[in-house]
């Protein structure tokens, strides 16, 4: 069973930039895929980016490419969604999850894919 706490959300301005971190315990944190979701109102909750186990690859939504980052330290179990140039559409809480299977670092995978979720940090980005 892995508990994942996600810090760093807020009300920011257009183009500026926010940095989500998400702390893991209870689990062995190297063994899963981690991703970031999020859900803006009356939307369902949508795949932002994953990253591998050994943080070697990633992958991310066609609109947060070259804007978001996501990294991770398996030392410190931790896994860090970077977000710059932020947009008005970016507005939603956002949540770290773990997932056990390689599926979760599909194109677009779903959220059924992941096992563990935390819950959420709210990030508004107004224009």
């Known amino acids: 069973q892995v508990q994942l706490v996600e810090s760093g959300g807020g009300l920011v301005q257009a183009g500026d930039s926010v940095r989500l971190s998400c702390a893991a315990s209870g689990g062995t944190f190297w063994s899963y895929v981690m991703g970031w979701f999020r859900q803006a109102p009356g939307k369902e909750r949508e795949f932002v980016a994953a990253?591998?186990?050994?943080?070697?690859?990633?992958n991310y939504r066609d609109s947060v490419k070259g804007r978001f980052t996501i990294s991770r330290d398996n030392a410190e179990n931790t896994v860090t969604l970077q977000m710059n140039s932020l947009k008005p559409d970016d507005t939603a809480v956002y949540y770290c999850?773990?997932?056990?299977?390689?599926?979760?670092?599909?194109?677009?995978?779903?959220?059924?894919?992941?096992?563990?979720w935390g819950q959420g940090t709210q990030v508004t980005v107004s224009s």
């Open positions: 999850a773990a997932s056990r299977t390689t599926q979760a670092m599909g194109a677009l995978p779903g959220p059924y894919l992941y096992d563990y």
């Open positions: 990253i591998d186990r050994s943080g070697s690859t990633t």
